[in-house]
Nanobody, 121 residues
């Protein structure tokens, strides 16, 4: 009922930048938090950054000062600007959103399909 479509991943050299986008569509009444997670090979999925509908943000310590999360509530879209990328940022990045559905106002939580980010040294 809610689809999240990510874009913007790719291959970049260390020190470079990428911008990820994630658009939510479907029978959405409201979206509360939107966030980005990542999973590197052999590791657990971890939170990278999250943002509430009011604009409050939360970042993993490893990305503070380098990544910026933002959202466009009118477009149900969240962005992740990634600067000063490091090889250890290499992972599949997943978008996540939670909120309420139309017409039931039931809660939902959805994941995107993931987009690969590879940072070469």
């Amino acid at each position: 009922q809610v689809q999240l479509v990510e874009s913007g991943g790719g291959l970049v050299q260390a020190g470079g930048s990428l911008r990820l986008s994630c658009a939510a569509s479907g029978t959405i009444f409201s979206i509360n938090a939107m966030g980005w997670y990542r999973q590197a090979p052999g590791k657990q999925r971890e939170l990278v950054a999250a943002i509430t509908s009011g604009g409050s943000t939360n970042y993993a310590d490893s990305v503070k000062g380098r990544f910026t999360i933002s959202r466009d509530n009118a477009k149900n879209t969240v962005y992740l600007q990634m600067n000063s990328l490091k090889p250890e940022d290499t992972a599949v990045y997943y978008c996540n959103a939670d909120g309420r559905l139309l017409p039931t106002l039931n809660a939902f939580g959805s994941w995107g399909q993931g987009t690969q980010v590879t940072v070469s040294s």
